[in-house]
């Protein structure tokens, strides 16, 4: 039986790191880290960074492996997004029978950021692993990004009593504001979908590469800050090379 342990490092702050996914971190034989080409090679360096800092154990391996690139050609999204889960599934498997068939220990590890249960696959891609595998899934919880956008602005998640949705940058495109709430988190925005709203009587609270180094916050009303939003996220995705940012809307 191979454990899969799939550890939530926050958003990229070492600090963010809990002492149980240091444990778990220490447990592995294996550590998988996902490469996502030039431009995001600086997230395979986080993710050496926090093992770097965490690790102890000195027969652990850390193993990078090339992540497959989702196919555009393909017009349905949810298609992409599923022979992309394939294509990854196939990654993990080959490197976990590489590992394995050279003597290695039966328990491997990834570092998922945020944590593994809020706008990440990963645990859907480890379900299509263990259907190959005799797999054991277990998830160590990790600071999300919305978590950490919060506490960078010192806001409060919900109004009293009030509930909250959390989408996507695309939804919100295509849908507009969400029925029923008055907070909207967004996440996974390629860039600006808040200009699909009317921004009368909304406010946003933004922030890129929260809680790390990097971390840049804007907030105040949306008519106000949507231009600075842009340019400011432009400008930091040309500095980096890639960008993670979310963004907190509320009605007033």
Sequence with gaps: M???TLVGIGTGNPDHVTRQA???INACDLILIPLKGDDKADLAGLRRAICDSCLTNPTTRIEAFDLPVRDPATPDYLRRVHDW???IADRWQDAIQRHLANGGGPNVGLLVWGD???YDSTL???ERVGKRLPLKVQVIAGITAIQALCAAHAIALNELGAPVIITTGRRLR???WPAGVDTAVVMLDSGGAFQALDPAGLSIWWG???GMEEQILLSGPLAEVSEQILATRAQARARHGWIMDIYLLRKH
Excluded: C, F, M, N
């Design 22 to 24: 240091q444990k778990a």
């Design 174 to 176: 295509d849908e507009g």
């Design 85 to 87: 889960h394939d294509a």
């Design 208 to 210: 890129a590469y929260v």
């Design 124 to 126: 859907r891609i480890a």
């Design 2 to 4: 191979i454990t899969l």
């Design 116 to 118: 593994p249960s809020l």
